[in-house]
């Protein structure tokens, strides 16, 4: 085994700007609002290991998976190569070719990402392929709310609101929004949006325009408005159905707006040009 270090983009950078990464031949230390993280990085010619310290990190990680694996992988974090192809790291925007994107699509797969704890309860291991990354970009947010909310409780605030810029916590509920209308670029009039399929690699069309999760835990709530919108319509609503412990709202193309039933009289139009239907 070699010891060597290696950059992971957890999305942090461009979504806050408030991280600061510093590579050196060891491990990476990345700065987020005011915590310190450190990995430790081994490698085979094959596989790599990730020793992650802190909880956040671990809760991350193991959110993802479940929603990975519930959504039959409609969610999944080792999209990061794809995401960078398509300009949406580093915007340096561009539609890939077929062949591009086919290249890339073995290497997007987390049911090939292992989670284990290790004898110190305060780090993880993660284990992938090494040629597979992974971007917290869809879950960060989601995590950094429960974690101030965390803080503020424990400083005495009775009541309070944490704004990331469409991920919200408002007390003991977090209501986060993904859609097509937040990140994109448009080339030969056509326009790309930053959410991807797995299945495809390339932007979802599946009729919504974005998607809305109220729920109590930040970080499933960040994974859910990103799966639920990879899903559509009807899958995401069967989703909720199976699973419950949230509420959503649809955003479609055709003028609908869906909410669960949960959100009755919660939700008022802006204007008269949608069309509200519940579910049930």
């Not at 790309?192 to 709530?221: F, M, Q």
């Amino acid at each position: 085994l070699i010891e060597l270090g290696i950059f992971i983009n957890l999305g942090l950078p461009h979504y806050l700007g408030q991280s600061l990464s510093f590579i050196t031949p060891i491990c990476i230390s990345t700065i987020q609002l005011g915590a310190t993280v450190d990995y430790a990085i081994l490698m085979t010619t094959r596989y790599k290991t990730e020793r992650m310290a802190g909880q956040d990190k671990r809760t991350a990680v193991r959110t993802a998976l479940t929603v990975y694996e519930r959504t039959n992988g409609a969610f999944d974090l080792t999209t990061y190569p794809l995401s960078k192809l398509w300009g949406f790291i580093d915007q340096n925007y561009r539609v890939p070719s077929d062949a591009e994107i086919e290249r890339l699509l073995p290497c997007v797969d987390m049911s090939k990402v292992q989670l284990a704890a290790t004898d110190d309860s305060a780090n993880s291991l993660v284990t992938m392929p090494a040629d597979m990354a992974l971007s917290f970009g869809a879950v960060a947010k989601g995590c950094a709310s429960d974690y101030a909310i965390q803080a503020m409780r424990a400083a005495g605030v009775t009541s309070g609101v944490v704004s990331l810029g469409g991920y919200l916590t408002v007390g003991e509920t977090a209501v986060i929004t993904s859609g097509s209308y937040q990140r994109y670029f448009t080339e030969g009039g056509q326009k790309y949006h930053h959410i991807l399929s797995p299945t495809t690699g390339r932007p979802v069309n599946n009729g919504l325009l974005a998607v809305t999760i109220v729920c109590e835990d930040g970080t499933l709530a960040d994974c859910l408005s990103t799966a639920m919108f990879v899903l559509g319509p009807q899958a995401a609503l069967n989703y909720w159905r199976t699973y419950g412990g949230f509420e959503m709202l649809l955003v479609k193309a055709d003028g609908h707006v869906v909410l669960t039933n949960g959100l009755y009289g919660q939700f008022t139009p802006n204007g008269d040009s949608y069309v509200v239907d519940y579910a049930s």
